[in-house]
């Protein structure tokens, strides 16, 4: 118990870490020497320590909004086993709660986009509320699968101990699927390349970023907070799918465990050097692939298990 | 069981005496509401201790000498009996301040004479023991809520709402009749025993025919037609019944009838499932089109069915497939919606209610910025939206989570059933999402922003009465949320009643899974506190300052730049086009010098569409054929009647 508090603080605290290292694999490839790779404490830090400025059209809910999203996302860490020890809290069922967690995370986001009054704004909320619609299904349709090899419906059944190196032993083949259908989520999710520039300069053209544009200060260090766990959580679950780790030696295995994720955070990082964004348009089909990996791969699984 | 009656007595009364003293018209509706609330209260209490002890109790009437009408409660009535008097309870008390301001008293107090009809008779639905009483009640439940839809009678399209209700109501019930002439047909007497003997294929009939039926009371896709007509029409208390509660007697309908008829085979759970997710799916999607707020909640409705479809026939399957935990978990999860989307509903249609009745507008694209003045109604209707949803910490989470558990359990089997419940996870899934966007987008657009037109601004909310019903249900949203444990075990005793086949579900495993949505809620409410904490931490001392919203550049911003309700939900329309088709209208802008110029947009329901070349041309064309008969003549219209007698003395 100690140990995986110890960790959900480690995750809490290194997830602005490996943010940067996007930044810095997007520099390396722009041919760029890129900020330091503790850019997000200094950003976060500079943030908590200024005031803010509130639009006069804004309500409670868009105070409410930064601090509910940030706490579904640490609210979902709690539940996530890193680096294959047992989450803090774990029961039957749990993997639903967490997505809907995040829906509610989502509900307070758009509603603070739509507290300011600002079309940018409705204009990024109403893609905010789209696009995880597919991702949803998506997920369930991979919760479907993980629950057809495993009969459980929590993530610690999944990644915990030997879970996944069980998986990989069970039906290596339609894994890799799920493993391409979670990354796509991954982007998807945290509003990355091909999907959102988190980068980009022009309003009309985000979805996450323009969403926030009206939050400061305090307020905007915690959405920022909330957006690093949440990338961390997905990307903690892309590693362990793809490293099933041994529990037996425990250092050892935090040290592959975290080598693991900075390697997910450069693909993240390389992804978004190596293609542009998809035409809004365009967002929806890409998404669907995942949905159709993750059908698929449950498919195969029919054969597997009998 | 006297006591029910007596509860019932009152409530009619209250309407009566209403009707009576019409001319002193706070008098008539103080007394109606007094007596309404009072009956419902006893009623309330007394379904809740039949409920807790799980008592049966049985009475029967001799009316005319000829029939018997009989009543009985069960598990399952008194866990619609909650449902129903605690929604016709907050519905009374917030009518008291909703109502008298039209100029015909009269008017008003039929209202309360009709609703007290309604309430009266949706209550011996779920208790009727044998054909006859439940076919009485059923036509009453159905003519009184007409007469309550048409309440506003002198606009042409509240008639026009009220005579396809009327419509859609008999031609279920005459579904529901021939349902119930299969049944006579083999058992030979009115009563609800015995129907278990009947053949496979009479089964098969009776089932289809009461589905149609009571699926058209429900709101079922395509059943669903008159529902976004007639619950807009109605006055927004009578909208939150019959839309938190009577369109549940078509599920009570349904449960009881599989439950007598006892139908073993897969086949219908596969049906109830697939009409399920048709309705869930398709019933979210024309509510996110809809930009009048009543209609959208009445979609809303459908889609709330269509979960309630989902996991009721997930509990079908279950049963089917011999796996008692997944049949518990589905029925219960589906009871359980019943009562959760009967606090959100009808908390979210008297939210909607004081809109219209503070800014008298519906549209939702000429509202805006309401939170702001009317921060209790916003609230509430926040909470209300949120549980619809399902997210947690609220209610709906909690239904929707057995639900999701029952249809995980039809994972683990083969072939039909795995492929439903995959049908059912990703379209609850699907469901949620899409209901997010629809929610968020109303109260984005009506609570938030800047107030669009004259209507929304300098709005206040008055009415405690009003107030006081919209606090206590959103409070019941989150109780319900945070501790499902009490409410789950009156489900599970309403299920019980289903006779399943288990001599007794055990009430642990599902005490487990209450237990932890309890915890989770806590652990994230923790954290929240936390976050608040540290956010308030930082906010110490620092300079806050108000200014207009940042413009990205643009400096003479005004309110009619805003994301509208249609434009936030036009690519999610798009996604769905086949199903929602999108009529565009706008005339071209030409010239150097453009006129101004409109938009106008709108979301075709298919099932709306189609009804007229599918089932309403045919019809007429059909009785047009028939129109030699109807000649006037009144020497041949009694050849007709002696006919008829002769016929029939064949037959009998």
Redesign the interface.
């Known amino acids: 118990m100690i140990d995986s508090i110890l960790l959900w603080l480690t995750a809490i605290l290194t997830a602005p870490f490996f943010s940067a290292v996007i930044l810095k694999v997007k520099a390396f490839f722009a041919g760029k020497k890129g900020p330091p790779l503790l850019i997000n404490y200094y950003t976060l830090i500079k943030l ?1 320590k ?12 868009f105070k409410l909004g ?3 999203s ?3 996302a ?2 979902v860490l ?1 539940f996530l086993p890193i680096a294959g020890h047992n989450p803090v ?1 774990s ?4 993997v ?2 967490i ?3 995040m ?2 995370g ?2 307070f986001t ?2 603070a ?11 990024g ?3 905010e ?2 696009f ?6 998506a ?3 991979i ?2 699968f993980f ?2 090899m495993t ?1 459980e ?1 929590s993530l610690s059944a999944y990644f915990s101990g030997t879970g996944s190196l069980a998986l990989w032993q069970l039906a290596g083949a339609p894994l890799l699927f799920i493993v391409i259908a979670f990354f796509i989520i991954l982007l998807t999710e945290n509003s990355r390349v091909p999907v959102d520039d988190p980068a980009t300069h022009l ?1 009309l053209t985000m979805i996450h970023e323009v969403m926030v ?2 939050h400061s ?3 905007f ?2 959405i920022e907070l909330g957006s690093f766990c949440k990338l961390f959580f997905y990307a903690a679950i892309t590693t362990q799918l793809m490293l099933p780790l041994d529990a037996g030696i425990p250092g050892l295995g935090l040290v592959v465990f975290f080598a693991g994720l900075i390697i997910v955070y450069m693909v993240v990082g390389a992804v978004e050097s190596a293609i542009a964004r998809y035409r ?2 365009k967002v ?1 089909q890409f998404v669907l692939i995942s949905f159709a990996l993750a059908f698929f791969a ?1 498919i195969i699984t ?1 054969e597997l298990i ?1 | 069981m006297n006591q029910f009656f007596a509860a019932l007595v009152l409530i009619v009364a209250g309407g009566f005496l209403s009707l009576v003293c019409a001319r002193q018209q706070t008098f008539s509706k103080g007394i109606a509401v007094l007596l309404i609330s009072a009956g419902c209260l006893w009623g309330l209490v007394y379904a809740m201790t039949q409920l807790l002890g799980a008592h049966n109790h049985f009475t029967t009437f001799q009316y005319l000498n000829i029939f018997a009408l009989t009543c009985k409660i069960d598990g399952l009535s008194a866990f619609f009996l909650v449902v129903i008097f605690m929604v016709c309870l907050l519905a009374a008390i917030y009518s008291f301040h909703y109502m008298g301001h039209s100029l015909s008293p009269v008017k008003d107090a039929a209202n309360y004479f009709f609703f007290g009809l309604l309430i009266a008779s949706m209550a011996l639905v779920v208790t009727a023991a044998n054909m006859i009483t439940f076919m009485l009640s059923w036509e009453i439940m159905s003519l009184s809520s007409f007469f309550l839809v048409i309440y506003n009678y002198h606009l042409p399209e509240n008639r026009r709402a009220g005579y396809l209700y009327f419509v859609f109501s008999h031609v279920g019930a005459m579904f529901i009749f021939a349902g119930f002439g299969i049944i006579y047909k083999y058992t030979g007497n009115f009563g609800f025993g015995a129907m278990t003997a009947l053949p496979e294929t009479a089964k098969v009939w009776a089932f289809f025919l009461f589905f149609v039926g009571f699926g058209s009371k429900a709101g079922m896709f395509p059943f669903h037609v008159w529902l976004p007509h007639a619950h807009p029409a109605a006055p927004s208390h009578i909208s939150a019944v019959m839309s938190g509660v009577m369109i549940k007697t078509g599920i009570y309908g349904i449960l009881r009838i599989y439950m007598l008829l006892d139908l073993p085979a897969p086949v219908f759970g596969y049906f109830v499932v697939a009409a399920g997710v048709v309705s869930g799916i398709l019933g979210v999607v024309y509510a996110l089109g809809q930009t009048d707020i009543k209609r959208l909640l009445a979609y809303s409705s459908v889609e709330n069915i269509g979960i309630i479809l989902i996991g009721m026939g997930m509990g079908m399957v279950g049963v089917s497939s011999h796996n008692p935990l997944m049949a518990v978990l589905g029925f219960s999860g589906a009871v359980f919606h019943v009562l959760n989307h009967a606090m959100f509903k009808s908390l979210l249609f008297m939210g909607a209610g004081m809109v219209l009745h503070k800014t008298g507008t519906r549209s939702i694209d000429a509202l805006g910025g309401l939170l702001k003045s009317m921060k209790i109604t916003g609230m509430a209707f926040i909470i209300g939206s949120l549980a619809i949803c399902g997210l947690p910490p609220f209610n709906g989470f909690a239904g929707e989570f057995f639900i999701y558990m029952g249809s995980f359990k039809g994972i683990g089997l083969d072939q039909a059933p795995f492929a439903m419940s995959i049908v059912a996870i990703v379209s609850l899934a699907v469901i949620g999402g899409l209901a997010l966007a629809c929610f968020t987008r109303v109260v984005g657009i009506v609570f938030q922003g800047e107030p669009r037109t004259k209507a929304a601004q300098n709005v206040k909310e008055t009415g405690s009465t009003m107030l006081f019903s919209m606090g206590m249900l959103a409070a019941g949203c989150i109780i319900i949320g945070i501790f499902p444990r009490f409410f789950f075990t009156m489900c599970l005793t309403a299920v019980s009643a289903l006779n399943l086949g288990y001599a007794r579900i055990p009430v642990t495993p599902f005490e487990l899974m209450t237990g932890h949505i309890t915890f989770a809620a806590f652990v994230f409410l923790l954290v929240v506190l936390v976050v608040a904490g540290v956010r308030s931490f930082f906010y110490r001392n620092k300079p806050v300052f108000r200014s207009g919203t940042w413009g990205c550049g643009f400096t003479q911003p005004t309110v009619k730049m805003q994301y509208t309700g249609s434009s936030y939900a036009f690519d999610i329309i798009g996604f769905f086009r086949p199903a929602a088709p999108l009529t565009e209208y706008h005339p071209p802008v030409t010239g150097r010098f453009p006129q101004k110029t409109h938009y106008k947009s709108h979301v075709a329901d298919i099932a709306e569409r189609h009804m007229d070349s599918a089932v309403v041309r045919p019809v007429l064309y059909l009785f047009d054929k028939l129109r030699w008969i109807q000649h006037g003549d009144i020497h041949l219209y009694i050849g007709y009647i002696l006919l008829a007698i002769i016929l029939l003395l064949f037959f009998i």
């Not at chain 1, 200024?50 to 809910?61: A, L």
């Not at chain 1, 029961?91 to 749990?94: A, E, I, T, V």
Request: one cysteine or more; a negative charge.
């Open positions: 908590f200024k005031g803010s400025v509130y639009s006069t059209s804004t309500t409670v809910m930064p601090v509910v940030c706490a579904t640490l609210t709690l809290f029961f039957n069922g749990d639903i709660l997505l809907y967690l829906g509610l989502r509900f758009i509603a986009a739509m507290d300011t009054a600002s079309p940018f704004e409705g204009m909320a109403a893609r509320a789209y995880p619609i597919i991702c949803e299904a997920m369930f349709m919760l479907i629950f057809r009969g419906l309003e544009l009206d200060g305090p307020d260090a915690l809004m348009d929806p449950t029919l009998t």
